[in-house]
């Protein structure tokens, strides 16, 4: 599995702390609007809205903002006007890194990831530098625990997934944005343990890191993660899971 998916596990098991001090909270509802924007507000037909409103309820975030957080997004409802900003550069080691960002206000946001990325030893590239290295993809992570691989296998592929990836603890499953759905909601009806799902930037090859490097490298996503207006920062890092349990212990 990529170093991203492994990160985005255990970042994925901090969200309840996140979600007590509200800053979930914030980057959802800046995600439902900007979606909303851009695809319109029928989450049937906007699998980027429909995830962003998955996050939202997973937080237990009450229907009523999400209601208005989609209705400010199709300018149905006055609110602060967001964009989407896209940032690519380079991570200790090499390390690509895909930024995306919402915010109101784009030079003050472009200034302070710069800087974030200096900081930790990274470095702003221009726009394209690495983006053709990812593809966006939905991404279900499913608990190998007791799982019946063949099981799982035949299910999610059914149900139209393009890849399923086996680590030591859980099970990847790949899937085109138009499948993410489907095949998340045959996983849920067939009592697979789902550990997170979501429409990410999946990295076509990795770099394997190690020692300093890895630690710098975690520091750095750690630290642009930490910013108010950055909402995923994806990357093609891959460090093996005993030295990521190790780092972030």
Not at 102 to 123: I, M, Q
Request: proline share 3%; aromatic share 6%.
């Amino acid at each position: 599995m990529s170093g991203h998916s492994k990160w985005a596990g255990i970042k994925h098991k901090k969200a309840k702390v996140d979600a007590q001090r509200g800053r979930i909270f914030t980057r959802v509802i800046r995600e439902i609007t900007v979606a909303a924007r851009l695809g319109g507000g029928d989450p049937v037909g906007n699998p980027r809205l429909r995830d962003a409103m998955d996050k939202a309820k997973a937080a237990n975030m009450p229907q009523d903002n999400i209601i208005r957080a989609v209705k400010k997004g199709t300018g149905e409802l006055e609110g602060v006007s967001y964009e989407e900003c896209i940032y690519e550069g380079y991570g200790p080691g090499g390390v690509a890194i895909f930024l995306e960002a919402v915010t109101d206000n784009r030079n003050r946001t472009t200034a302070e990831v710069r800087k974030l990325l200096s900081k930790f030893g990274g470095s702003m590239g221009e726009s394209g530098c690495v983006g053709w290295m990812f593809n966006k993809k939905g991404l279900i992570q499913v608990t190998a625990k007791g799982v019946d691989e063949e099981h799982l296998l035949a299910v999610a592929l059914e149900a139209g997934a393009e890849d399923v990836r086996i680590g030591e603890q859980s099970f990847e499953i790949v899937t085109d944005l138009k499948d993410f759905g489907a095949v998340k909601t045959a996983l849920t009806q067939g009592s697979f343990p789902i550990e997170q799902a979501e429409i990410t930037m999946v990295p076509q090859s990795t770099i394997r890191l190690e020692g300093k490097v890895a630690e710098q490298v975690l520091r750095l996503i750690d630290g642009l993660e930490e910013h108010d207006d950055v909402q995923h920062v994806y990357a093609n890092f891959d460090i093996p899971e005993e030295i990521m349990a190790a780092l972030t212990a």
